[in-house]
């Protein structure tokens, strides 16, 4: 065959464009078959998340490293189709999630979540355990405009007092009202004398906020109820002799704790080798990260808590099971209340995308605000704050080490209806509870 000289030109311009000849004849092959196919782009289809989350510092352990271990268990399992149904099909509305990881450990924490939006360009955000953090980041979302999930963080001040008309941020977890509510009533339920109580829970707006619900819950439930001192150590302190001792001073019947991670430890430690636990009934609402990792040293009798019902107080469903064997076969323990809350917060995304029929943004805001789904604590629904805040059941439990069998568990465990424990829409926290729980659904 001869070849002319203007497809001889032709061919050496391709090849000094770099293509071979025979890709071109391959290329010219699969015409066909590439227009009779779905196009590369809807093939490889993702959506770009950022998580964070401590990764290092005295949180990490207890409640940054379970909440990424969740995350990567869940999204390799949502990647593949691997989670029951109603989650069996494969991404958030077909797309792949593609996960960027973030240590919330971080004196930048503003700048670190705009780097995210501006130079990774996600397509949305989850994380932040710390209330501090929260309070920084739910302002910085609405500016930015950037879909962001609070999948931890407690505090009620994010959408009562900070971001009052939320559009671009959602909490997928109860906060802490629910929390202390719960707390108290559990006391009432379980004919734990109460006639004094004290506080030990962390300076700033977790501590203060948590500490404020439980001891105003108390006066409504238990009249007369007075409150022997109040202790606010600096976060992170992780020496509380002074405080211990004051609550030794005054004997009250009960403590209660907010604290939480490597705080929640030192105090389990500290007080009970000093005979907290012995004099007084101590209540510890994040308790459940601390049973299975002290064991033997966490006092039996206290009351503990979850931030929902999560962990040991999780009940009993199709996806619990999966999701306990799921994690327990990857990383060789069980998942607490950070891994359940992390795992609740992506099975809600994807829920709002499979929903909408799309992993964009407006299409994923629209579906999750005022949304309801299963996760493996159980139903949870995104009823304060305009659709963008969650309530849920919650539950407490006593604690027990079995020496036996070397196994720590809960008993006595009480639940909770999640109109029991939440305010209703419209109305704040402390309202709430002032008025003496209006409209509140214990049956």
Same mark, same amino acid.
């Given at each position: 065959?001869? %070849?002319?000289?203007?497809?001889?030109?032709?061919?050496?311009?391709?090849?000094?464009?770099?293509?071979?000849?025979?890709?071109?004849?391959?290329?010219?092959?699969?015409? &066909?078959?590439?227009?009779?196919?779905?196009?590369?782009?809807?093939?490889?289809?993702?959506?770009?998340?950022?998580?964070?989350?401590?990764? $290092?510092?005295?949180? +990490?352990?207890?409640?940054?490293?379970?909440?990424?271990?969740? +995350?990567?268990?869940? %999204?390799?399992?949502?990647?593949?189709?691997?989670?029951?149904?109603?989650?069996?099909?494969?991404?958030?509305?077909?797309?792949? %999630?593609?996960?960027?990881?973030?240590?919330?450990?971080?004196?930048?924490?503003?700048?670190?979540?705009?780097?995210?939006?501006?130079?990774?360009?996600?397509?949305?955000?989850?994380?932040?355990?710390?209330?501090?953090?929260?309070?920084?980041?739910?302002?910085?979302?609405?500016?930015?405009?950037?879909?962001?999930?609070?999948?931890?963080?407690?505090?009620?001040?994010?959408?009562?007092?900070?971001?009052?008309?939320?559009?671009?941020?959602?909490?997928?977890?109860?906060?802490?009202?629910? !929390?202390?509510?719960?707390?108290?009533?559990?006391?009432?339920?379980?004919?734990?004398?109460?006639?004094?109580?004290?506080?030990? #829970?962390? #300076?700033?707006?977790?501590?203060? !906020?948590?500490?404020?619900?439980? $001891?105003?819950?108390?006066?409504?439930?238990?009249?007369?109820?007075?409150?022997?001192?109040?202790?606010?150590?600096?976060?992170?302190?992780?020496?509380?002799?002074?405080?211990?001792?004051? &609550?030794?001073?005054?004997?009250?019947?009960?403590?209660?704790?907010?604290?939480?991670?490597?705080?929640?430890?030192?105090?389990?430690?500290?007080?009970?080798?000093?005979?907290?636990?012995?004099?007084?009934?101590?209540? /510890?609402?994040?308790?459940?990260?601390?049973?299975?990792? /002290?064991?033997?040293?966490?006092?039996?009798?206290?009351?503990?808590?979850?931030?929902?019902?999560?962990?040991?107080?999780?009940? !009993?469903?199709?996806?619990?099971?999966?999701?306990?064997?799921?994690?327990?076969?990857?990383?060789?323990?069980?998942?607490?209340?950070?891994?359940?809350?992390?795992?609740?917060?992506?099975?809600?995304?994807?829920?709002?995308?499979?929903?909408?029929?799309?992993?964009?943004?407006?299409?994923?805001?629209?579906?999750?605000?005022?949304?309801?789904?299963?996760?493996? $604590?159980?139903?949870?629904?995104?009823?304060?704050?305009?659709?963008?805040?969650?309530?849920?059941?919650?539950?407490?439990?006593?604690?027990?080490?079995?020496?036996?069998?070397?196994?720590?568990?809960?008993?006595?465990?009480?639940?909770? #209806?999640?109109?029991?424990? #939440?305010?209703?829409?419209?109305?704040?926290?402390?309202?709430?509870?002032?008025?003496?729980?209006?409209?509140?659904?214990?049956?």
């Amino acid at each position: 065959m001869r %070849i002319s000289p203007r497809t001889t030109k032709s061919v050496k311009t391709i090849i000094r464009k770099g293509i071979s000849l025979s890709a071109v004849a391959i290329a010219g092959s699969l015409g &066909l078959a590439v227009m009779a196919s779905p196009t590369m782009a809807e093939e490889e289809k993702t959506v770009k998340v950022g998580f964070v989350t401590f990764l $290092s510092g005295g949180a +990490a352990g207890p409640f940054g490293v379970p909440a990424r271990n969740a +995350a990567e268990l869940m %999204i390799q399992s949502i990647n593949a189709g691997a989670v029951p149904a109603p989650y069996n099909s494969a991404g958030f509305a077909g797309a792949k %999630i593609d996960p960027i990881f973030v240590d919330e450990n971080s004196k930048q924490k503003v700048a670190d979540y705009q780097k995210l939006v501006q130079k990774d360009e996600v397509d949305m955000i989850v994380g932040y355990i710390s209330s501090g953090s929260c309070k920084a980041i739910a302002p910085a979302a609405e500016e930015a405009k950037k879909l962001t999930i609070l999948f931890d963080c407690g505090t009620p001040q994010i959408f009562e007092e900070i971001v009052t008309d939320p559009k671009y941020t959602f909490r997928t977890g109860g906060h802490a009202t629910m !929390d202390n509510v719960a707390a108290a009533r559990y006391l009432e339920a379980s004919g734990v004398k109460s006639d004094s109580i004290a506080g030990i #829970n962390q #300076n700033y707006a977790w501590g203060q !906020d948590s500490w404020r619900d439980f $001891s105003a819950s108390m006066k409504v439930i238990e009249e007369g109820t007075e409150i022997a001192t109040e202790q606010f150590p600096k976060i992170y302190s992780g020496q509380y002799g002074s405080e211990i001792s004051a &609550l030794l001073t005054k004997k009250p019947d009960v403590v209660h704790s907010s604290f939480w991670g490597g705080d929640m430890e030192a105090f389990i430690l500290q007080g009970a080798a000093r005979g907290i636990f012995d004099r007084s009934k101590v209540v /510890l609402t994040t308790g459940e990260t601390a049973m299975h990792r /002290l064991g033997a040293q966490m006092p039996d009798g206290t009351i503990i808590g979850a931030r929902g019902p999560h962990g040991d107080l999780a009940p !009993d469903s199709e996806l619990n099971d999966w999701f306990r064997k799921a994690y327990f076969d990857r990383f060789g323990t069980l998942p607490t209340y950070p891994s359940y809350k992390m795992a609740q917060a992506i099975l809600g995304m994807k829920a709002a995308a499979d929903k909408a029929g799309s992993a964009d943004q407006e299409a994923v805001i629209g579906a999750l605000k005022g949304l309801e789904w299963e996760g493996p $604590s159980g139903m949870v629904s995104m009823a304060l704050s305009n659709g963008h805040q969650a309530i849920q059941d919650t539950a407490y439990g006593t604690y027990k080490y079995d020496k036996d069998s070397g196994k720590a568990m809960l008993v006595d465990i009480k639940r909770f #209806n999640a109109t029991c424990v #939440n305010p209703p829409a419209g109305v704040t926290s402390i309202e709430w509870i002032e008025g003496g729980f209006q409209g509140a659904n214990c049956n």
